[in-house]
């Protein structure tokens, strides 16, 4: 339900925690591959009527709490002139990448004109669904876009864009702060189409060590989470240890991944309201053991302050049976 989201995002005690999986409409569901056998992933995410119908999707399924916007965090980088396709077996690759300290500086299109297309699908999800459940939109964090577009593809360690940081730390901080302006843009223009909560998701953000994290990114985090008006979430993997750094971004919610200790998380960060956690890997294992592991997961987290999510996104080899599982769990519990 929209408005149990909305109050647990906002550090309510709810009856029940809202649930909903990141990459929850997406390669696991067989609806999904049929669509995708005659539509590319572009396509697919740059046509309303299609993004609408895959959205929905887990909806139809298992009605979870929040329904995300089919797209992808690469988005946000076509304003400032860069083109990405999906490599099979590779992921995004970007087909224009930075090619050194002199590429940096990128003229920029307004997200409206460049990106109409996810605000139609804003609108027509906000018209589906009638408050039944929370919107969610989002958009890919300035560390993590800029990554991509200096490496050119997926990569562990995305070592170019550091080296970029080490030899040319001003040019690095140019290519983040323009990230940071589209990505602030980005998130307000959804706002204005029907979000009813952004996440930023700055995955990667943990190969900046402490203080450089401190220095180049949170002001950046801030800056962009402060323009908008409706609850904020944000996500960077592998942050056991730094969850402050993310609690100073002024987000509303902080998404845990499945590395970090949920009752450790909790004492860590207070009063913050979080997101999290389960291993999407028990969702690969038998509905048994789903249920008990998400139980788990609820307990240690508490009644106040917490939306049931995996620690990363939805596995492609996982049973619909078991994500099924998962949501069920969530909606089952009562609390006084």
Avoid: C
């Amino acid at each position: 339900m929209r408005d149990l989201f909305l109050r647990a995002a906002r550090g309510e005690r709810t009856e029940r925690p809202p649930v909903w999986l990141m990459r929850q409409a997406g390669r696991y569901l067989p609806e999904y591959r049929e669509i995708r056998a005659e539509h590319s992933f572009y396509e697919a995410i740059t046509t309303p009527d299609i993004a609408e119908r895959i959205t929905l999707q887990p909806w139809e399924r298992f009605e979870p709490d929040g329904v995300v916007m089919y797209s992808d965090i690469l988005t946000a980088i076509e304003p400032l002139g860069f083109s990405y396709h999906i490599e099979p077996g590779v992921g995004p690759v970007v087909e224009n990448p930075v090619e050194g300290p002199d590429d940096v500086e990128r003229d920029r299109t307004p997200v409206d004109e460049e990106l109409p297309y996810v605000g139609e699908l804003l609108e027509r999800l906000q018209e589906r669904l009638d408050g039944r459940a929370a919107v969610l939109g989002f958009a890919g964090g300035p560390f993590t876009l800029a990554a991509y577009t200096v490496q050119g593809e997926p990569s562990r360690s995305f070592m170019a864009l550091r080296e970029l940081r080490a030899a040319h730390p001003e040019a690095f901080r140019a290519l983040l702060e323009q990230f940071a302006d589209v990505v602030a843009e980005f998130l307000e223009y959804q706002v204005a189409h029907g979000a009813d909560v952004v996440k930023l998701f700055d995955t990667y953000a943990a190969l900046l060590g402490p203080e450089d994290y401190r220095e180049f990114l949170l002001p950046l985090h801030r800056r962009i989470l402060e323009s908008v008006d409706v609850p904020t979430l944000i996500f960077a993997r592998n942050m056991g240890g730094r969850l402050e750094l993310l609690a100073d971004s002024g987000a509303d919610v902080v998404a845990l991944d499945w590395t970090v200790d949920m009752a450790a998380a909790r004492a860590e960060l207070g009063n913050v309201p979080v997101q999290g956690n389960l291993d999407p890997a028990v969702l690969l294992g038998d509905e048994e053991t789903v249920r008990a592991r998400t139980r788990e997961v609820i307990e240690a987290a508490g009644p106040t302050g917490h939306i049931l999510n995996l620690g990363h996104g939805v596995h492609k080899t996982t049973p619909p049976e078991n994500v099924r599982a998962f949501v069920e769990t969530a909606k089952g519990v009562e609390r006084s």
